[in-house]
């Protein structure tokens, strides 16, 4: 591994939305990195709690930390954006409101950045109350490289609270689609010219309780939606990708013949969805703790369902 002999500067962005709760704690975790060029961004949502007061009195006793507050609530994809926009760091550090980073997480992130575009580490679940709960994101999902764009067609596990990003990753990822995390997205653009490197420790506490993004997200996917809303956001989603995967890349091709094969739920569509999810799929699912027999039915069942 060669480990960079230079401390460049590095930004960490925290994206905050009525956060009072747990704020405190991530933020006194930041200001107790071991790696000290830092500079520190909250952008926050329009809260409506305590939250901005408490930024607001951290940045009175911390240098290089900024305070900016919307005038409209942005949602978190383009509030992220926005942070991003402001950081001056070569690297950059997406920071959730409610979790706790242990003190060498940009320490070590930083050393095994090597030529990789972003890399990101694994985290392990704490409760409302800082107890570990005694089980891991990676027990979750196939933690792993990611090296190509198929690896998103259907989401990657990367997230973005554990990323190191290089600055030249978040321009090319200019402006965020909405249709996507903004993890999601930055890791998607990073495999066109590299990797998005697994860094197998766990760097972060990461909190599960009700008010968090994950939750949230989650109790969302259980919002009914007709067949037929279904297939037009797929499509989008889709569309996005090919429009952004460079021409050049050996992707670009598959992405196309995808787009096609979620235009509608016909027989030959159908037939072909179904041989290019069996065709790559030890890139499209790589992400998913799935058996090869798991991955194949996976693929069959794409053949009914548009996912």
């Given at each position: 591994?060669?480990?960079?002999?230079?401390?460049?500067?590095?930004?960490?962005?925290?994206?905050?939305?009525?956060?009072?709760?747990?704020?405190?704690?991530?933020?006194?975790?930041?200001?107790?990195?071991?790696?000290?060029?830092?500079?520190?961004?909250?952008?926050?949502?329009?809260?409506?709690?305590?939250t901005l007061s408490i930024l607001?009195?951290?940045?009175?006793?911390?240098?290089?930390?900024?305070?900016?507050?919307?005038?409209?609530?942005?949602?978190?994809?383009?509030?992220?954006?926005?942070?991003?926009?402001?950081?001056?760091?070569?690297?950059?550090?997406?920071?959730?409101?409610?979790?706790?980073?242990?003190?060498?997480?940009?320490?070590?992130?930083?050393?095994?950045?090597?030529?990789?575009?972003?890399a990101y580490c694994n985290s392990?679940?704490?409760?409302?109350?800082?107890?570990?709960?005694?089980?891991?994101?990676?027990?979750?999902?196939?933690?792993?490289?990611?090296?190509?764009?198929?690896?998103?067609?259907?989401?990657?596990?990367?997230?973005?609270?554990?990323?190191?990003?290089?600055?030249?990753?978040?321009?090319?990822?200019?402006?965020?689609p909405i249709l996507f995390s903004?993890?999601?997205?930055?890791?998607?653009?990073?495999?066109?010219?590299?990797?998005?490197?697994?860094?197998?420790?766990?760097?972060?506490?990461?909190?599960?309780?009700?008010?968090?993004?994950?939750?949230?997200?989650?109790?969302?996917?259980?919002?009914?939606?007709?067949?037929?809303?279904?297939?037009?956001?797929?499509?989008?989603?889709?569309?996005?990708?090919?429009?952004?995967?460079?021409?050049?890349?050996?992707?670009?091709?598959?992405?196309?013949?995808?787009?096609?094969?979620?235009?509608?739920?016909?027989?030959?569509?159908?037939?072909?969805?179904?041989?290019?999810?069996?065709?790559?799929?030890?890139?499209?699912?790589?992400?998913?703790?799935?058996?090869?027999?798991?991955?194949?039915?996976?693929?069959?069942?794409?053949?009914?369902?548009?996912?």
């Amino acid at each position: 591994m060669n480990i960079p002999s230079e401390n460049p500067l590095i930004s960490i962005v925290i994206a905050t939305y009525n956060g009072e709760k747990f704020l405190r704690k991530q933020l006194d975790s930041l200001f107790n990195q071991t790696y000290k060029n830092l500079e520190i961004i909250a952008v926050d949502d329009c809260s409506t709690d305590e939250t901005l007061s408490i930024l607001n009195e951290y940045a009175t006793q911390h240098d290089k930390f900024t305070v900016v507050q919307n005038e409209n609530n942005l949602g978190y994809v383009k509030n992220f954006e926005k942070g991003f926009l402001l950081a001056n760091g070569g690297y950059i550090a997406p920071c959730d409101q409610d979790d706790i980073w242990l003190p060498n997480k940009i320490d070590v992130l930083f050393n095994n950045m090597d030529d990789c575009e972003i890399a990101y580490c694994n985290s392990a679940f704490i409760d409302s109350e800082d107890n570990l709960i005694g089980n891991t994101l990676s027990d979750r999902a196939n933690f792993c490289d990611f090296d190509s764009p198929l690896m998103y067609v259907v989401g990657a596990c990367a997230p973005g609270h554990a990323m190191l990003i290089k600055r030249n990753v978040v321009i090319r990822a200019m402006p965020f689609p909405i249709l996507f995390s903004h993890d999601n997205w930055l890791g998607f653009i990073a495999t066109f010219s590299g990797t998005v490197k697994l860094v197998n420790q766990v760097l972060v506490y990461y909190r599960r309780h009700d008010n968090n993004v994950f939750s949230t997200i989650h109790k969302k996917k259980k919002v009914e939606e007709t067949k037929q809303q279904k297939l037009k956001k797929a499509q989008e989603r889709l569309q996005t990708l090919y429009e952004k995967c460079l021409a050049d890349l050996p992707e670009k091709e598959v992405f196309a013949k995808l787009c096609k094969s979620y235009n509608s739920y016909s027989l030959s569509n159908n037939i072909l969805r179904m041989r290019l999810f069996f065709k790559h799929r030890n890139q499209i699912l790589r992400y998913k703790k799935h058996s090869e027999l798991h991955r194949k039915l996976y693929c069959i069942k794409v053949f009914f369902k548009i996912i």
